[in-house]
């Protein structure tokens, strides 16, 4: 090709440029049914041109035009010459004309410089190639940049190449290259330690080698399946995120439930460092405006609950604090107001093994509406919660799910297990595509969480109900149990 060739088609680009600017200006225009082949037109251009401006600047940098510009980088000398390309688009393809320098890596380049490969995959196929060649033969290098210009070529994902790098590690690797790989997993496999976000939650990111990510995504996976309602088919509502904190949290909870204890003897359960008023509930009665907010001067007898916290420092809502202490394996420890321990509590299952045995024949698993998780990813819930003066006896026990757990508890939903002791009605009714408490029925005479006794004092004498008192004295260790036993 001449130069009076090269003059001609510029001559046709620049007048291309005026077309797209008319197209672009003009697209309502244009028929419905010709969108689909203009776009294909213009995609076929943008591939072309991408191409063309990679090879003008690799051109440049090889010609020693960079370098008689005064520009110090490639990069730099497309941005002074006035390309329309942003500063980091222009660095990207900086890195993919480097990366492809080598005398091997040839084929990869003309595919850049065609505009089939983008300067992206352009750099991470290049990468792969050089960890390649690094861990197997020279014999085989040339099959693996055949294989990695075919995966740019096409639509390659990083997990693509993923799977290239391993399929020819596996094939052609050494065992020095072997040793190496699972010397670098060994060395970066981590989980960081909890991060407070601000928003209350908090943050985990594990970092795993291949067998590892196996044994955590398998259990994972099964646990964290979609559970539809059986009975409408209402799909599960929750997202794949949602689904897979349920489930890490189910794991942990079962390991728990088995009492191990670490390499110094710590224990795998939570101990739960209670405030006696950590497990008041919020007032239920005090009038409020319409966005739930206490009206001033409408103060009343109530307790005020309190934050819990566990023995790592985490700050636990009264919510959360009633939700641990009634499903969770812990060890309670209570304190007085000056933060005091006051008593601890027997690390004790939230039920005992005959019951948990009982409970799996009468509930058959999850007994919240709909659901179907089996009894080994249920937990034991205290329908009257022991806080409340609930027992722990079959007849105030239930199993539910770790999701349904946490949601008869956020909800506070009651429920009861049927007189004749075969199963357990909860007292929800469906709103649109969801569960909610039933409203309760007019004239009812339960009493308010602020009417039953706290745990160690006993209820009182008949006649008209008292407030509960300000400051209930904690059980003493060495008296009898109190009356409701302070098992989950």
């Not at 026990?397 to 297990?417: E, P, S």
Request: proline share 9%; aromatic share 4%.
């Amino acid at each position: 090709m001449t130069y009076i060739d090269v003059l001609d088609a510029r001559g046709s680009l620049i007048g291309a440029l005026d077309a797209l600017r008319t197209i672009g200006g003009g697209l309502p225009s244009v028929q419905g049914q010709d969108l689909a082949a203009l776009a294909v037109e213009l995609s076929e251009l943008m591939v072309v041109a991408r191409g063309a401006l990679v090879a003008t600047t690799a051109e440049a940098k090889t010609r020693g035009v960079v370098l008689e510009s005064g520009s110090r980088t490639p990069a730099q000398w497309l941005v002074d010459a006035g390309a329309a390309v942003k500063h980091n688009e222009a660095a990207l393809i900086a890195r993919a004309i480097d990366a492809t320098t080598p005398a091997s890596h040839a084929s990869l380049r003309d595919g850049m410089t065609s505009g089939e490969v983008t300067p992206g995959d352009a750099i991470t196929a290049a990468e792969c190639i050089a960890e390649l060649f690094g861990a197997t033969e020279p014999a085989t290098h040339d099959a693996i940049v055949e294989g990695a210009v075919q995966l740019a070529r096409g639509s390659m994902s990083r997990r693509d190449l993923r799977e290239f790098h391993d399929e020819m590690l596996a094939r052609f690797g050494t065992r020095p290259s072997e040793d190496r790989e699972h010397e670098h997993q060994q060395s970066r496999r981590a989980v960081t330690a909890f991060r407070p976000l601000a928003d209350g939650m908090w943050r985990l990111e594990a970092t795993l080698p291949p067998a590892d990510k196996a044994i955590v995504d398998a259990a994972l996976t099964a646990l964290a399946a979609p559970s539809p309602d059986p009975d409408t088919g209402a799909r599960d509502l929750r997202t794949a995120g949602q689904r897979r904190a349920d489930a890490l949290v189910a794991a942990f909870a079962r390991v728990a439930g088995l009492g191990e204890t670490g390499p110094l003897g710590a224990s795998t359960q939570v101990a739960l460092i209670l405030p006696i008023e950590a497990l008041h509930r919020a007032c239920e009665h005090q009038a409020r405006d319409s966005f739930g907010r206490p009206l001033p001067g409408q103060d009343c007898d109530c307790e005020r609950p309190v934050a819990g916290r566990d023995e790592l420092g985490t700050t636990l809502l009264p919510q959360d604090t009633r939700l641990l202490a009634c499903g969770a394996d812990l060890t309670r420890v209570y304190v007085g107001k000056d933060g005091q321990p006051l008593v601890v509590g027997r690390t004790e299952r939230t039920a005992k093994p005959w019951q948990r045995t009982a409970l799996c024949v009468r509930d058959r698993g999850c007994t919240f509406p709909g659901c179907q998780s089996p009894p080994s990813w249920s937990q034991a819930h205290h329908i009257t919660h022991w806080a409340d003066g609930g027992a722990t006896d079959l007849d105030n026990l239930a199993l539910v799910c770790h999701y349904h757990h946490t949601f008869i508890h956020h909800h506070d939903i009651t429920g009861r297990v049927t007189p004749d002791g075969t199963r357990v009605e909860w007292d929800v009714t469906r709103v649109g595509a969801s569960w909610r408490p039933k409203p309760p029925e007019s004239g009812s005479s339960e009493p308010l969480p602020h009417e039953v006794s706290p745990p160690g004092v006993d209820p009182p004498d008949p006649g008209p109900p008292d407030p509960a008192p300000r400051n209930p004295e904690p059980p003493d260790p060495g008296e009898p149990g109190p009356k409701h036993h302070l098992t989950a």
